[in-house]
Nanobody
Framework: QVQLVESGGGLVQPGGSLRLSCAAS????????MSWYRQPPGKERELVAS????????NYADSVKGRFTISRDNAKSMVTLQMSTLKPEDTAVYYC?????????WGQGTLVTVSS
């Protein structure tokens, strides 16, 4: 049974940092590109960052480039998102999943609220 469990969200002031984690199970994690997505209030879910199977390649949405860093630990089947210099517009529920063309069931996500 495929399962994705996100954690690490919370309330942070503008300019602050957070580290999100995602634990994956039910599939061979090391064979898949992994991604982080987010869904801001009242908006559609969007792709934030992706990392290749061997972590040799990463890609970021323009809105987070230079502020967010995606990484993975294949031995632990985990993917992380280090977020810094957070802005109010980063407020969203954050989800991890495989790449957009290979999605599995979504987890519950973790809420990030950036506000003073």
């Amino acid at each position: 049974q495929v399962q994705l469990v996100e954690s690490g969200g919370g309330l942070v002031q503008p300019g602050g940092s957070l580290r999100l984690s995602c634990a994956a199970s039910g599939f061979v994690f090391s064979l898949w590109t992994m991604s982080w997505y987010r869904q801001p209030p009242g908006k559609e879910r969007e792709l934030v960052a992706s990392i290749s199977r061997d972590a040799g390649s990463t890609n970021y949405a323009d809105s987070v480039k230079g502020r967010f860093t995606i990484s993975r630990d294949n031995a632990k089947s985990m993917v992380t998102l280090q977020m810094s210099t957070l802005k109010p517009e980063d407020t969203a529920v954050y989800y991890c999943n495989r790449s957009p063309k290979a999605l599995v069931a979504w987890g519950q996500g973790t809420l990030v609220t950036v506000s003073s």
